[in-house]
């Protein structure tokens, strides 16, 4: 697999919006645009375009429409954007651990909301009233 470092946002979006569905040159900015509230500048996106087209992970298609190119992931390509986001899925993992409790019924992780109930002299967490509840009728 080529070495390809995604080092800011608009790389590693553009790897999403390809994952998502083959779009034109100018409609990933635009895109981008949208999802990062910021200009970008085609030279931000093309020459990564060429990078990615080099590696064998895009590949193009002329349409007839002002000779517009379609990109899109290769088998290749999709094989990287997937071992990508599984590392990025490592770091959010690392960043959202410590936030989670764990339901003292169903054992689910609870990141936000769930409840909290006083058992004997003991507040647990849970991820719902019902766990709640059934847990109160078990013990």
Same mark, same amino acid.
Do not use: Q, W
């Given at each position: 697999?080529?070495?390809? &470092?995604?080092?800011?946002?608009?790389?590693?979006?553009?790897?999403? @919006? @390809?994952?998502?569905?083959?779009?034109? +040159?100018? /409609? %990933?900015? &635009?895109?981008?645009?949208?999802?990062?509230? #910021? =200009?970008?500048?085609?030279?931000?996106?093309?020459?990564? @375009? =060429?990078?990615? &087209?080099?590696?064998?992970?895009?590949?193009? /298609?002329?349409?007839?429409? #002002?000779? !517009?190119? %379609?990109?899109?992931?290769? &088998?290749? +390509? !999709?094989?990287?954007? =997937?071992?990508?986001?599984?590392?990025? +899925?490592?770091?959010i993992d690392i960043a959202i651990e410590p936030k989670l409790t764990v339901c003292a019924h169903c054992g689910c992780s609870i990141y936000k909301?769930?409840? !909290?109930?006083?058992? #004997?002299?003991? %507040?647990?967490?849970?991820?719902?009233?019902?766990? $709640? $509840?059934?847990?109160?009728? %078990?013990?």
């Amino acid at each position: 697999m080529e070495n390809i &470092k995604i080092t800011n946002l608009v790389k590693f979006y553009t790897l999403l @919006l @390809l994952s998502h569905s083959p779009k034109h +040159g100018y /409609e %990933i900015i &635009k895109e981008l645009e949208d999802k990062l509230e #910021r =200009k970008v500048s085609a030279s931000h996106v093309y020459p990564f @375009l =060429k990078i990615l &087209k080099k590696a064998n992970y895009i590949k193009f /298609e002329k349409t007839s429409n #002002r000779e !517009k190119k %379609i990109y899109h992931l290769t &088998k290749d +390509g !999709k094989i990287f954007v =997937k071992s990508i986001l599984n590392r990025f +899925g490592d770091f959010i993992d690392i960043a959202i651990e410590p936030k989670l409790t764990v339901c003292a019924h169903c054992g689910c992780s609870i990141y936000k909301g769930g409840c !909290k109930e006083k058992i #004997r002299g003991k %507040i647990l967490a849970f991820c719902c009233h019902h766990c $709640a $509840a059934s847990f109160k009728k %078990i013990k």
